[in-house]
């Protein structure tokens, strides 16, 4: 017989969710301006935080609240300027479809009914946002995931039956920048190619793939009877958000009839803009896209898709037919085109998002923080103790504090010092960085409550927290 009782995992349900209310409040108020400095974890904490597993529970507000004064304790890359990496934002209506998805649960593995079909319209919405014709595409855990997906597909169409056989004494090769995030190189290496079959194909004084010496590269694998996988360009490097020049590597590829991937985890997102669109000419020609919506469209992590100019890639490279999961006629499951088995509603968060703020709304963000960019970037121009070693193409600015009297052997050091001083003071959250061999500090602004005007906050702090650094040893 079916109980009746209806089973609670909270007996105190209606308290929590008071509380949870009052803390989400808390933490999205606390991210409207800086916080004067970064919170230290208390005795009290560390000690709680060294205890052995509890065999008994305890009330839930109590746990409720030491994870409040954790998080609060922790670097979030939501708080305005916080401008280490590439962060995001915590975007409220991506938080939002977070909580919804993980009360529902839904799995993306297999039919999941109409989030199957929200799923497919957020891909659809997401090349429509960048100009970019998809035909299929899926919501990943990562713009890692996201790139390891790409470079499967583009090896089994290069090479069909690689997934059963292996490429065995075959010899081929991949190409990207040598400016490419090293997720790539992670990828070409779980693929089990061997990183060594990486081009890494030289840049120009802007940090972008230098597309004559890619067909150099292919001319010669060409000549050598070596097999091309995918030439990888990326649309917004990590270090310094240089896009790499789509149209024209889009030319070198159809030559040499070779796939393209753009990698566009951090910047695709700009090509919706005005300002920044123009960099991404060509990217229409890409065989396969990535784009990290918990990067610079702010909704929390994880959300990255992979997006395919064409139908079939990626079934042929991750189809299967299994015992326990038979297909209906010839229609294939989610699993079917994904590398991930089990995999949570990520894209509600895109879809809300875009739903609540609409498509202008997120292209005035993105301008803003090219502004910001900007402004930081003509801000040091013009100062006597500050050195701009980028001109941005995106939103990443990278720069030296060059205080008068300063050896410039010891700029590098001193620099370094600087960026962990200023990581220790918390008005503003920076990481170091190394440029052409020059370290330095490097802003990335994603997020859209960086103001304007705390730009300026970032030059004083670090010209204050410079200045009172002992001079290096
Ligand atoms: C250009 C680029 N590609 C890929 C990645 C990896 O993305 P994820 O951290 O989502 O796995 C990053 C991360 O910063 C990146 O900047």
Redesign the pocket.
């Known amino acids: 017989m079916i109980s009746s009782a209806v089973k609670q995992s909270l007996v105190d349900r209606g308290d929590v969710l008071e509380d949870l209310v009052r803390y989400l409040r808390m933490a999205w108020e606390s991210f409207d301006r800086p916080r004067p400095s970064e919170p230290v974890v208390d005795s009290d904490l560390l000690r709680r935080l060294v205890r052995d597993i509890p065999q008994e529970g305890s009330p839930t507000s109590a746990a409720l609240d030491d994870a409040v004064r954790i998080l609060d304790a922790s670097v979030s890359p939501a708080r305005p300027l916080y401008l280490a990496?590439?962060g995001s934002s915590g975007l409220e209506t991506g938080v939002l479809a977070a909580a919804l998805t993980s009360a529902y649960d839904a799995n993306l593995a297999t039919a999941a009914g109409a989030a199957d079909l929200l799923d497919r319209q957020a891909v659809r919405w997401a090349g429509q946002f960048i100009g970019f014709p998809v035909a299929e595409g899926h919501f990943t855990s990562?713009?890692?995931?996201s790139?390891l997906t790409a470079v499967l597909a583009a090896r089994e169409h290069a090479l069909p039956g690689t997934r059963e056989n292996g490429v065995g004494a075959r010899e081929v090769a991949l190409y990207c920048s040598a400016e490419a995030?090293h997720?790539i190189a992670r990828a070409v290496e779980a693929a089990g190619l061997g990183s060594r079959c990486l081009r890494r194909i030289a840049v120009d004084t802007r940090h972008r793939m230098d597309p004559a010496a890619l067909g150099n590269a292919l001319q010669e694998d060409a000549r050598r009877g070596v097999t091309p996988i995918a030439v990888i360009a990326?649309a917004?490097?990590?270090l310094t958000g240089a896009v790499d020049p789509l149209d024209v590597i889009a030319e070198v590829c159809a030559q040499h009839d070779v796939w393209l991937h753009v990698?566009g985890?951090?910047?695709v997102p700009a090509a919706a803009t005005a300002t920044a669109g123009h960099w991404f000419h060509g990217l229409e020609r890409a065989d396969s896209v990535?784009m990290?919506a918990?990067?610079w469209l702010g909704v929390p992590k994880?959300c990255?898709l992979i997006l395919m100019r064409e139908t079939g890639h990626l079934r042929a490279a991750f189809g299967h037919q299994e015992t326990y999961m038979l297909h209906e006629g010839d229609t294939a499951n989610a699993v079917d085109h994904t590398l991930e088995y089990s995999r949570p509603f990520n894209s509600l968060k895109l879809w809300l998002a875009l739903r609540v703020h609409g498509a202008e709304q997120y292209r005035s963000w993105l301008e803003g923080t090219l502004d910001n960019a900007n402004l930081l970037a003509a801000t040091i121009r013009a100062r006597p103790d500050f050195a701009l070693l980028n001109t941005p193409m995106l939103s990443t600015v990278c720069f030296q504090h060059t205080p008068p009297g300063l050896p410039a052997d010891q700029l590098n050091e001193h620099n370094e010092r600087l960026a962990h001083a200023m990581q220790r003071d918390g008005r503003v959250y920076i990481a170091p960085a190394l440029v052409d061999g020059r370290t330095c500090l490097r802003a990335c602004f994603v997020n859209y409550r960086t103001t304007a005007e705390s730009v300026d906050l970032v030059l004083e702090v670090a010209a204050q927290l410079g200045r009172s650094l002992d001079p290096p040893c």
């Open positions: 990496y590439i990562g713009g890692q995931i790139n995030h997720s990326t917004g490097t990590t990698d985890a951090y910047g990535t990290d918990h990067k994880s990255s």
